[in-house]
């Protein structure tokens, strides 16, 4: 069992940045890969970032690559999206999930534990 918390959402002004990070209870959480995923209203969840146990290797949807930065710290049990360049169609509810997919997964259905999501909106 995994309990994932989200922090670090917020208000921010186009062009700006915020820093996500997702804590995880239990002590398996460098067994898990990590996602970070998103859902906008009346839009369907996104894949948005993830990163496989060892933290080497990442993945990320087009339209962040280049602005967000997925990465982990085992020891401290906490995946952190750091996210640059906002733009207002970044605003969402973001959320961590966790999966045993190796090495990570942009479907949601292969992700076992979620947090309960944190809110980013970005004003133009």
């Known amino acids: 069992q995994v309990q994932l918390v989200e922090s670090g959402g917020g208000l921010v002004q186009d062009g700006g940045s915020l820093r996500l990070s997702c804590v995880a209870s239990?002590?398996?959480?460098?067994?898990?890969?990590m996602g970070w995923f998103r859902q906008a209203p009346g839009k369907e969840r996104e894949f948005v970032a993830a990163?496989?146990?060892?933290?080497?290797?990442?993945d990320y949807v087009a339209s962040v690559k280049g602005r967000f930065t997925i990465s982990r710290d085992n020891a401290k049990n906490t995946v952190v999206l750091q996210m640059n360049s906002l733009k207002p169609e970044d605003t969402a509810v973001y959320y961590c999930?966790?999966?045993?997919?190796?090495?990570?997964?942009?479907?949601?259905?292969?992700?076992?534990?979620w947090g309960q999501g944190t809110q980013v909106t970005v004003s133009s």
């Open positions: 990163i496989n146990w060892r933290g080497d290797t990442t």
């Open positions: 239990g002590r398996t959480f460098s067994t898990y890969s």
């Open positions: 999930a966790a999966s045993r997919v190796y090495p990570s997964s942009r479907y949601y259905g292969n992700y076992n534990y």
